[in-house]
């Protein structure tokens, strides 16, 4: 994908806002006389998209006289008056209308706003702790910092929701990394151009630039951004810590401190959630330690060797150029055996640290958010049938006739935690021996994996394989 035909496109198309945002603005020009331009800041600032058609509409406006930007909402409504202004956006297009025929990408767009919404309630609990007088500058950067990525849902929502699905399944693989391999270019490069195409303030585009940390108000909407970010997987996202103990070192507040103004905020986002419908952060507050499962598949897997998605999955992933790190490849590839070949538990074992055993690196399961194959017991070196794959590259089918007999070599842990479905292992080793094992069958209900998937399913192993063989950079 060429991000600047994406830039291009994104550019000449309307862009649509939340439908309680047209409800609300058509209630009001009804009401014009009783309105104030902070009555109508308040509600463009619970909507990203309603926000940035109003800074749109400032540029493409300005007076040869204005020698600087105009960087919030209010000063937009002022400068051109509240008839104007409700008369300019008296005719707009709902995103819940536009993308009415599209679930997938109708809900991949309202959990971005509803990230944006926290996001901006965060930048303002920071700010007002912080004693920032323009406070509205944050709020709106930290509202837009994920701009790009909600744009995607409406331009490539297939791409966007890809990404989306390894990044919640694949545990540590970076978001960058997924972008980079599915789009070509990150979310965060395609927002810096987007930025620039649409002539955004120069002050907004430099609190939206992570790249300009040492300011404290770029760290308000970076630590914004990513508390939301973190928060919508759980309160006990394994990346919280770090953001409460940055949070500390910024407001110089205690932990507990902290912990209690994320709270307190997440709780006045909540009260927003009627917008989008999504499910806000402050309804896992009471939640026991643990995570919040992945959302479940955006894909029905469709099992047709010969469809497009498992051949353009492979083509993708034979077209793939050298990466800084192999996890992207091997994400990729889990995700065309589950989706291409209709197999609902995929799972990759590497090398342990002291290399007597394979441990699950990732593990796709569409059945379980937490999956016993997570902690399958892969010892090396011993008789058991992954041990004897793993010395050399080699593949089994156990199905059919074959089914028994193969499973036999199985540990019993392994045979224990794979059950009586059919399933297809195979060892990728590139010629340094760097590699893993690839186990795949049809989940926890069982079921039969027909021959025929095994030439695929050791197609795609052994591009895989050439992947991990390339030297990383």
């Known amino acids: 994908m060429d991000m600047n035909e994406v830039v291009e496109a994104l550019g000449n198309r309307d862009v649509p806002v939340l439908a309680c945002t047209v409800a609300t603005l058509r209630k009001m020009r009804r009401e014009e006389d ?29 007076s040869i006289r204005q020698l600087s930007d105009i960087t919030t909402v209010e000063h937009v409504v002022m400068m051109h008056g509240i008839g104007e202004f409700l008369r300019t956006f008296a005719d707009l297009t709902s995103l819940e209308g536009l993308l009415a025929k599209d679930s997938i990408a109708l809900d991949g767009a309202l959990r971005v706003v509803s990230r944006a919404q926290h996001a901006a309630a965060f930048a303002r609990s920071i700010a007002s702790r912080r004693h920032d007088k323009e406070s509205d500058e944050v709020i709106i950067a930290a509202l837009l910092h994920d701009l790009a990525e909600l744009m995607l849902w409406l331009h490539a929502p297939r791409e966007v929701a890809e990404i989306r699905y390894l990044v919640d399944h694949a545990v540590g693989l970076r978001s960058a990394a997924a972008q980079r391999f599915v789009l070509g270019f990150t979310h965060g490069q395609l927002q810096h151009a987007l930025a620039g195409a649409w002539h955004l303030p120069r002050l907004l585009q430099r609190l939206m630039d992570d790249e300009h940390a040492e300011n404290p108000r770029v760290v308000n909407v970076v630590l914004a951004t ?105 994400a990729w590839a889990l995700y065309a055996l589950q989706f291409g070949l209709g197999l609902k538990r995929v799972g990759f074992a590497a090398p342990g640290a002291h290399g007597d055993h394979l441990q699950m690196r990732f593990v796709f399961d569409l059945d379980a958010p937490v999956s016993p194959w997570r902690d399958m017991p892969i010892p090396l070196g011993g008789t058991d049938l992954f041990s004897r794959l793993s010395g050399n590259m080699q593949g089994v089918w156990a199905g059919g006739d074959n089914r028994e007999r193969v499973a036999s070599l199985l540990l019993p842990e392994q045979g224990a935690r794979i059950g009586r479905s059919d399933f297809l292992a195979m060892s990728v080793r590139g010629n340094d021996g760097a590699g893993g094992l690839v186990i795949a069958d049809r989940g926890s209900a069982g079921g039969a994996i027909p021959d025929r998937l095994y030439a695929p399913f050791k197609a795609l192993c052994v591009k895989l394989a050439e992947k991990l063989d390339t030297p990383s950079y």
């Not at 919508?232 to 401190?257: F, Q, R, V």
């Not at 643990?290 to 077209?319: R, Y």
């Open 34 to 62: 009783r309105v104030t331009a902070r009555d109508i800041s308040r509600v463009v600032l619970r909507d990203p998209l309603m926000t940035l058609k109003a800074l749109r509409f400032a540029e493409a406006n300005r």
């Open 226 to 330: 990513r508390l939301a970010r973190h928060l919508a997987h759980g309160w006990y996202d394994a990346a919280l810590p770090d953001d409460y103990s940055d949070l500390e070192h910024l407001l110089g507040c205690s932990e507990d401190g902290a912990r209690r103004m994320v709270r307190a905020a997440s709780l006045n986002a909540a009260r927003l959630w009627t917008d989008t419908g999504i499910r806000p952060v402050a309804a896992g507050i009471p939640l026991e330690e643990g995570d919040i499962p992945p959302e479940p598949g955006l894909f029905l897997p469709s099992g047709n060797v010969d469809g497009p998605l498992f051949k353009s999955a492979l083509q993708k992933l034979t077209d793939a150029a050298p990466r800084r790190d192999h996890d992207p490849f091997i």
